[in-house]
């Protein structure tokens, strides 16, 4: 599995941050940041909102454009490692510069510096979704929104949200979300993971997304399940995510088969990997002693994927090439 090519829609630019370099980081600096981590060396936290607050202890280590630099390429290197041939990744002016629109296109250059270098010297590609933050509140996210819109372009290609999900509701972020679709940037949103059904329904009638973040809960509403299919809502499903955060028990109780043979656009990724000690390959392997799945079930999946991709046509064409050279 690890050699098949993957298109992965949803990661967290710092969440896939790797522990060491995190530590590291911190040592450099001077910075004491021990709770963040567990004894063996990985990220600790107990439940969902811990993880949040772990997240943002982490994060507070990545303090220049350099930092970022260096992240993005250690970042893009793990995933090409594991095959992943396109990526996006989630990444907010909230982590990078504080919401300063000088300050945003200071570490924006660094990243897509790095993006160049890691596509010129391991082919993937990587697109950036930039991300508001949900319990920062509104009135963060339409500055956060405000710099999306000035560098929407080639790179950043989409507008989202992620973070507490109980904390507010999807329509408080619409004036983010439509000043994002006005400057020509594609939605998503985290929606149906700590929020049931009727978050999802709201992210797609208040925040008008086209993909969802996680997504899952909506098998807890047969309606739900059906206007997903139909109106071709692709999911961003982290199964890893769910199952080390606690929603779902076991692999075989995540809904990802029981909404793909509903007919809903599911697609896998990892979304934060060393938080949830996982890998696009072991999300993979683990799929498959679960569902049965083989590498044509995969392929499919990065068809899925790829279409749903907030690129241009000619990168689609490109990823699409070569997801079918898998046959031979
Ligand atoms: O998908 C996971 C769990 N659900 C919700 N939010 C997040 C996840 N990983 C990171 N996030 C949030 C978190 O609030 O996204 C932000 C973090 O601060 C980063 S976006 C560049
Ligand atoms: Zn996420």
């Not at 570490?107 to 319990?135: D, N, S």
Request: with cysteine.
């Amino acid at each position: 599995m690890k050699s098949l090519p993957k298109v992965e829609l949803h990661t967290h630019l710092e969440g896939a941050a790797p522990p060491a370099f995190i530590r590291g980081l911190a040592q450099e600096k001077g910075m004491d940041i021990s709770g963040v981590f567990a004894p063996d060396g990985g990220y600790a936290f107990k439940d969902f909102w811990h993880f949040l607050k772990v997240y943002e202890a982490a994060t507070s280590t990545l303090t220049t454009p350099e930092d970022y630099h260096r992240l993005t390429l250690a970042v893009l290197e793990e995933s090409a490692a594991h095959g992943v041939i396109y990526t996006e990744s989630f990444m907010s002016p909230d982590f990078c510069g504080g919401r300063d629109l000088s300050a945003w296109r200071e570490y924006l250059h660094a990243i897509q510096e790095a993006a160049a270098q890691a596509e010129a010297q391991m082919g993937i590609i990587l697109r950036a979704v930039v991300t508001c933050v949900r319990h920062f509140g509104p009135e963060k996210a339409r500055e956060t929104a405000l710099c999306a819109a000035e560098t929407a372009g080639d790179f950043i290609t989409g507008f989202g949200m992620g973070g507490d999900e109980q904390s507010g509701k999807q329509g408080d972020f619409a004036w983010a979300f439509d000043c994002a679709r006005e400057a020509g940037l594609r939605l998503t949103t985290h929606a149906g993971e700590w929020g049931g059904p009727q978050s999802i329904r709201d992210a797609l009638d208040d925040l008008r997304v086209e993909r969802i973040g996680h997504g899952v809960r909506a098998i807890e509403d047969d309606a739900l399940v059906d206007h997903l299919a139909e109106r071709e809502i692709v999911l961003e499903v982290c199964p890893g995510s769910n199952i080390a955060l606690g929603l779902y028990p076991d692999w075989q109780d995540h809904p990802i088969e029981r909404l793909r043979e509903r007919g809903v656009k599911v697609t896998i990724s990892t979304d934060d990997p060393p938080f949830f000690h996982t890998t696009m390959t072991r999300e993979y392997d683990r799929l498959a002693d679960a569902f049965g799945w083989n590498e044509d079930s995969f392929r499919d999946f990065n068809i899925v994927a790829a279409h749903a991709a907030f690129c241009d046509t000619e990168t689609r064409a490109r990823v699409l090439k070569k997801l079918e050279q898998t046959d031979d």
